[in-house]
């Protein structure tokens, strides 16, 4: 029986153990915790060797054991695993959990190898949790007996040291979880950062900092979203709830090894209720390679969705128009272009009007300012990018269509973005030059048909002139012998014979016979010019007043005469035949009244003017024009217009049509003076003549040596060519 004093003793010592244990448990390590307990818990009970068997998670088996620092026994590390219910303490303890005291001088059974197996008295008390022993505290070698007080003591003190030791065992796990989890975060080749709730970084691991070449201070506090600088409107916290913490964003970032791709993964973190913002895990991975190698894939599936498209464009569309119509869907349906159009150029003018295109697609512009850019791509031969234009236009491609070095049209593109890509410029260029040859070849095709109809109209003019030419002929010579026995049977009867009327008759009849043989003869280009140099400019100024008179005074003669000193090989009389022929059918067309403007100038026709004009020749030509303002002819007219007994003339009520000479013989003597004539004309639009006669020469430093026009003539619109 202890003392009532000494168990007060006790107590309160074990209170000033209590707290010594909670001032060490900060800096001590577990093992170094327990040691420390079972020294004290030791003296307490006077007890020179003390002892902690742990119990693994289960309640099973004995884990490991460890010693006072005065035991033999201290610097060993039992590794026993025996089972609890196999040892007599640990059966006794399972039975009842309430400390033991066992004063035997005999070993126990069952007890695990080492000093307490030897021992002559011990005390032994169970920590329990949940019902679940978890260790077994003990102390042997008192010099005396263990009473009950010794065992409350021992129970007393166990629990305190086991609810310090499970709190140090938690603290320790939460280490090396934490540094576990650090290791693990700084080991891993993703970006990884933490953010508050305002979004700046709180946490950055090594592979953070390095991808944005900072330092982990210089990051701490940084606005995430500021980091991303090319993200100017990013913002990865938009839509992030509670029901929806986790959102994954793939975003451009500039750094100083370039701009680089980002995957992140961002996930809320929410309170227990749900409703705080605590801040954001963030995890990230470069994939710029991935990325790229998929743009590249995207590219290449592009491109060979636009140049199946194209060619299938190439070999079903029947004209230019359809084949640039077919191509601006193409861009806008599968390059995902906002919009795109397309024109004909033919030289280096686009013949459109602002706002008005031959092939569209996708969405216009109300006022596009792709017109004028379109012109300064197609004059400057190379295609232009434009970023940043009004009427809503981000940027616009305007791509120049020539081949062999002929200006064709102009394709204008319309993104959707500001970007320009280099890839994008290299696909447009061969597209456009695809295009371009693919318009080519419909040029020349529809030159080629020209110049054969062309050619067959020739030729079935060159067959008629040799009809009417050998026609005219055999009927010039039958006329020479009916007008010369006329005069003579004319002369041999007196002035009052009554045959002399009918003998006038058949002389002026065959006059306007001779006549109409010679206009035939013109035609077919067989008779006689009396050839001789003439400024054209002279003889069209000396021949106005006559021409104003035969126009009268409802039309206005007009004269722009621009080759003044230029000289051509013609023959005047016939050429002035000519310049009246068509003066009368200029105002044959023009009964109400209007204009005929007759326009010289000295021009040099190259080999594609000759080309597309059948019957042309290249080389320096004095040029006359004349324009009328009169009712025009159609394409079937205009087809037949220089074939002699054709009448361009419309059939009014109670007039008859004209004999259909004048053009035919206007074409003869054109043709035979080595000179080029064509017809321009459409319904409504007026009739355009043009003549073109070869210049000669003039003598060096004669004041007459002029350059030719600084412009050269440019080929007409469609119009029948002879």
């Known amino acids: 029986m202890e003392p009532p004093g000494k168990n007060q003793l006790r107590l309160e010592l074990a209170l000033v153990f209590r707290f010594e244990l909670l001032q060490i448990a ?47 026994l201290a610097s060993l590390a039992d590794g026993s695993s025996a089972p609890l219910a196999e040892t007599f303490i640990g059966a006794e303890l399972l039975r009842e959990p309430r400390p033991l ?63 310090v030791v499970e709190r140090q065992r938690t603290r320790e796990a939460l280490f090396a979880s934490e540094a576990l989890y650090r290791s693990l975060v700084e080991d891993l080749p993703a970006l990884v950062c933490t953010l508050d709730s305002s979004g700046r970084v709180s946490l950055a691991n090594r592979g953070f900092c390095e991808f944005f070449a900072r330092s982990a201070p210089e990051l701490i506090g940084a606005e995430f979203a500021q980091l991303h600088a090319n993200e100017e409107d990013w913002d990865p916290f938009t839509e992030v709830s509670p029901a929806q913490p986790t959102r994954d964003h793939l975003v451009s970032v500039q750094v ?22 605590r801040g954001y895990h963030c995890v990230g991975e470069d994939v710029s390679v991935e990325r790229e190698a998929q743009q590249d894939l995207e590219r290449a599936n592009l491109r060979w969705r636009l140049r199946s498209q194209i060619n299938a464009t190439l070999a079903h569309s029947e004209d230019a128009e359809e084949l640039l119509r077919s191509a601006c869907e193409a861009f806008v349906s599968h390059a995902g272009y906002r919009a795109s159009y397309a024109q004909l150029a ?41 970023c940043h234009l009004p009427a809503g236009c981000l940027r616009i491609y305007a791509l120049p269509l020539i081949a062999h070095d002929d200006r064709l049209g102009v394709l204008c593109l319309e993104g959707k973005t500001s970007l320009q890509l280099d890839h994008e410029l290299e696909l447009l260029d061969e597209l456009g030059a695809a295009l371009a040859h693919g318009l080519r070849a419909f040029q020349l095709e529809a030159e080629r048909d020209e110049s054969l109809h062309a050619l067959r109209h020739s030729q079935r003019l060159e067959s008629i002139g040799r009809l009417v030419g050998g026609l005219a002929h055999d009927l010039n010579n039958m006329l020479n012998i009916v007008l010369g026995n006329a005069n003579l049977a004319l002369e041999a009867l007196e002035a009052q014979h009554p045959a002399r009327a009918k003998l006038d008759s058949v002389l002026g009849t065959s006059e306007r016979m001779a006549r109409l043989v010679r ?36 039309i206005t003669l007009k004269l722009a005469l ?50 597309s ?11 006359l024009s004349l324009v009328d303002t009169g009712c025009g002819m ?3 007219t205009l087809a037949r217009a220089f074939e002699p007994f054709f009448s361009t003339r419309r059939r009014t009520a109670g007039e008859e049509l004209g004999l259909g000479l004048g053009l035919s013989m206007a074409y003869g003597i054109i043709k035979q003076s080595r000179g080029h004539i064509s017809l321009e004309s459409a319904l409504g639009k007026g009739t355009t003549v043009h003549l073109y006669l070869p210049r000669i020469p003039t003598k060096a430093g004669d004041k007459d040596a002029l350059e030719p026009a600084p412009v050269a003539l440019a080929p007409p619109p469609p119009h029948t060519t002879l």
């Open 346 to 386: 033919r030289g280096d003018d686009l013949e459109l009007e602002p706002g008005r295109w031959l092939a569209a697609a996708g969405r216009l512009p109300t006022e596009p300012p792709a017109f004028e850019l379109a012109r300064e791509a197609l004059a400057t031969r190379s295609y232009r990018v434009y």
């Open 26 to 72: 900060d800096e001590a390590s577990l093992s170094e915790l327990v040691s420390f307990s079972l020294d004290r818990i030791g003296e307490l009970l006077e007890s020179p060797f003390g002892f902690c068997h742990f119990v693994d998670s289960v309640g099973e088996r004995f884990s490991r054991v460890q010693w006072s620092t005065n035991s033999p």
């Open 519 to 554: 206009t035939l003869l013109a035609f077919s280009r067989r008779q006689t010019l009396q050839l001789r140099s003439l400024e054209l400019d002279s003889l069209v100024r000396g021949l106005a007043e006559i021409l104003q008179s035969l126009l009268g005074d409802a």
């Open 101 to 163: 005291a066992l004063n035997h001088p005999s070993p126990l059974p069952g007890t695990p190898a080492g000093r307490a197996s030897e021992a002559e008295r011990m005390l032994v008390a169970p920590v329990c949790r949940e019902d679940q022993i978890v260790a077994l505290l003990g102390v042997c070698d008192k010099s005396g007996d263990y009473t009950q007080a010794d065992a409350d003591l021992l129970g007393f003190t166990a629990d305190l040291t086991w609810e």
């Open 634 to 636: 159609d394409e079937q």
């Open 256 to 277: 100083p090894r370039g701009e680089r791709w980002m995957r992140w993964t961002i996930r809320a973190l929410f309170g227990d209720d749900q409703a705080e913002l």
């Open 613 to 623: 004009h059948s019957g042309a020749q290249a080389g320096e030509f004095v040029y």
């Open 562 to 611: 621009g080759a003044t000193g230029q000289m051509v090989e013609a023959d005047p009389v016939q050429l002035e035949q000519v310049l009246i022929h068509l003066a009368l059918n200029a105002r044959e067309a023009m009964p109400d009244g209007g204009q005929l403007e007759l326009t010289t100038s000295w021009q040099s026709l190259g080999e594609d003017f000759a080309r």
